[in-house]
Every structure is written in structure tokens, then in C-alpha cells.
């Protein structure tokens, strides 16, 4: 597992991190491995489904099967809005 935590500065720009609708992977820059927020079967994604509020930090955690990304690798997260 990978976890990514971001403190929120922008409530209404980190909706769309926040939203359950919206898909959010996270990739490595170099390999270009992809990495998806796992579901659980009674607890949902594992990922803040709160209203962001500011100075709040929040988190995503990733699922990493087989160490595909490194620790110290360069990565971007991606939001996808639902259609």
C-alpha cells in the first residue's frame, strides 16, 4: 500500500479529490505504472469522503501489488470527474 496525504488549502479545489464519484489514480512518472484506490467490501475506498475543509490534511491510500512504484519515485495523482 502507498498512502498519499495532502493538507487542503483550497476547500472548493480539492472537491473533486474528496468526491466519491470521481476515479483517482495515482501514476509514476518514470515507469508509468498506474496505481488505483482499492475498494473494501464494508468500508468503501480508502480515501477522505469528507467535505474538505482548510488546513485539514487528508488522505488516499493506493494499492502498490508487487512494490511497482519505489519509495522516492516522482508520481502525479489523477482525478477523473464522473462523466
Do not use: C, Q, W
Amino acid at each position: 500500500m502507498l498512502v498519499f496525504k495532502y493538507r487542503v488549502l483550497d476547500p472548493e479545489k480539492a472537491k473533486l479529490l474528496n468526491d466519491s464519484k470521481t476515479r483517482a489514480f495515482l501514476r509514476d512518472e518514470a515507469t508509468g505504472n498506474v496505481l488505483m484506490v482499492p475498494a473494501m467490501e464494508n468500508i468503501g475506498e480508502l480515501r477522505t469522503g469528507d467535505a474538505p475543509h482548510p488546513d485539514r490534511t487528508s488522505f488516499m491510500i493506493f494499492g502498490n501489488p508487487g512494490k511497482r512504484v519505489k519509495s522516492g519515485s516522482r508520481a502525479s495523482i489523477v482525478a477523473v470527474p464522473p462523466a
